[in-house]
Antibody, heavy 123, light 108 residues
Framework: QVLLVESGGGVVQPGGSLRLSCAASGFSFSRHGMQWVRQAPGKGLEWVAFIQYDGTNTYYADSVKGRFAVSRDNSKSTLYLQMNSLRSEDTAVYYC????????????????WGQGTLVTVSS | EIVLTQSPGTLSLSPGERATLFCRASQSVGSSFFGWYQQKPGQAPRLLIYGTASRAAGIPDRFRGSGSGTDFTLTISRLEPEDFAVYYCQQYGSSHLAFGQGTKLEIK
């Protein structure tokens, strides 16, 4: 069965950096696009970033563009999110999600979600 | 970027009643690229509907999605106690995906 396990969350000061990881198993990781979605405390879902199945294309929400970078290592079935210049408004649970489609160039619906990792940006 | 607006913000109903949730897009979305998610407290969201009207694996047939263009609807025919949750719509037809702000379905 599909399993997505995020790690790397924690408390960081404004302006700091953090790297999230998502270990995937139970499916052909190299054939599926992957995304990061976040949820601030008590708020709704916000799409953050997408990476194509082979890493060729990446897309970002305007709120994180230029500060966050999504990458993947298909040999390790692992997704990453490098977060730089963190702000208080980046405080959220970050979810790793698997696209339903295979071999697709843009984001698709997310048919599997991890349990999330909490990032808190605070001095 | 496409903006999704859900209504109502909160819906208060009783078990056994019918629920109708709406989502309006700021521009047309292809019917293949629209979906709905359910989120319960303390849990990750779960895919309910994709491609406007297709139910995800394991989703009961009381959940029905419909719509086209800029207006989409999620209907729950007879509410079960486990259906009370927050529901989000999503478009994934562009390089910038987007979610609606959510509709909270609460027990009346």
């Amino acid at each position: 069965q599909v399993l997505l396990v995020e790690s790397g969350g924690g408390v960081v000061q404004p302006g700091g950096s953090l790297r999230l990881s998502c270990a995937a198993s139970g499916f052909s990781f190299s054939r599926h696009g992957m995304q990061w979605v976040r949820q601030a405390p008590g708020k709704g879902l916000e799409w953050v970033a997408f990476i194509q199945y082979d890493g060729t294309n990446t897309y970002y929400a305007d709120s994180v563009k230029g500060r966050f970078a999504v990458s993947r290592d298909n040999s390790k079935s692992t997704l990453y999110l490098q977060m730089n210049s963190l702000r208080s408004e980046d405080t959220a649970v970050y979810y790793c999600t698997k696209d339903q489609a295979t071999d697709w160039q843009t984001g698709d619906c997310s048919d599997s979600w991890g349990q999330g990792t909490l990032v808190t940006v605070s001095s | 970027e496409i903006v999704l607006t859900q209504s109502p913000g909160t819906l208060s109903l009783s078990p056994g009643e019918r629920a109708t949730l709406f989502c309006r897009a700021s521009q047309s979305v292809g019917s293949s690229f629209f979906g709905w998610y359910q989120q319960k407290p303390g849990q990750a969201p779960r895919l309910l509907i994709y491609g406007t009207a297709s139910r995800a694996a394991g989703i009961p047939d009381r959940f029905r999605g419909s719509g086209s263009g800029t207006d989409f609807t999620l209907t729950i025919s007879r509410l079960e106690p486990e259906d009370f949750a927050v529901y989000y719509c999503q478009q994934y037809g562009s390089s910038h995906l987007a979610f609606g702000q959510g509709t909270k379905l609460e027990i009346k």
